[in-house]
């Protein structure tokens, strides 16, 4: 996992330039955040949280986040950066937001999940903290055990605009 948003250099002093398992109370926090440069909008299947997604249960997460974004692009959004976090899908939009942005995310977030979330995918309107953690692609989601029908699946970029 990674910190979306610039946090205080002063805590690079934690572990710099390494990496290593924190204890509970040493990640950063709401109140290290300096700016807001990304908005997570998160879409993940409805299921058990401790198994991995289904393939049938992705792809209703896939249909749902495609929708989030043909929408937001007709309100004339620039292109995110898409990423498969493993069981669902999340859409990087970049944003220049103090890091208290008076509940503007939280309110966007609140405001798709209205319009987008279904009985079979969810947008997660929790991640609207500015010290929000979020799946680095290049690893893998492990929820519960590996098996065909749940398997474990690798977080990968699938679209980066620019790239």
């Known amino acids: 996992y990674y910190t979306l948003n610039p946090i205080n250099p002063v805590l690079l002093a934690r572990r710099r330039y390494r990496v290593d398992w924190v204890q509970e109370g040493e990640l950063s926090k709401d109140k290290d955040i300096l700016r807001r440069r990304w908005l997570l ?5 409805i299921r058990d949280a401790m198994v991995s997604a289904t393939d049938d249960e992705k792809a ?18 620039p292109a995110p950066i898409f990423v498969d976090s493993g069981n669902g899908f999340h859409l990087l939009y970049r944003i220049e937001l103090p890091a208290d942005d008076g509940a503007i995310v939280k309110r966007i977030l ?35 055990d590996h098996t065909e029908e749940r398997p474990h699946r690798q977080a990968k970029f699938l679209e980066v605009p620019g790239l």
């Open 41 to 45: 909008i998160d879409v993940d299947p």
């Open 110 to 144: 609140q405001n798709l999940a209205t319009r987008f979330s279904t009985d079979k995918a969810k947008i997660d309107t929790s991640v609207c903290n500015p010290g929000r953690i979020c799946k680095l692609p290049g690893t893998w989601a492990r929820k519960g």
């Open 60 to 77: 209703f997460a896939f249909k749902t986040i495609n929708d989030v974004r043909d929408f937001l692009g007709s309100q004339k959004w």
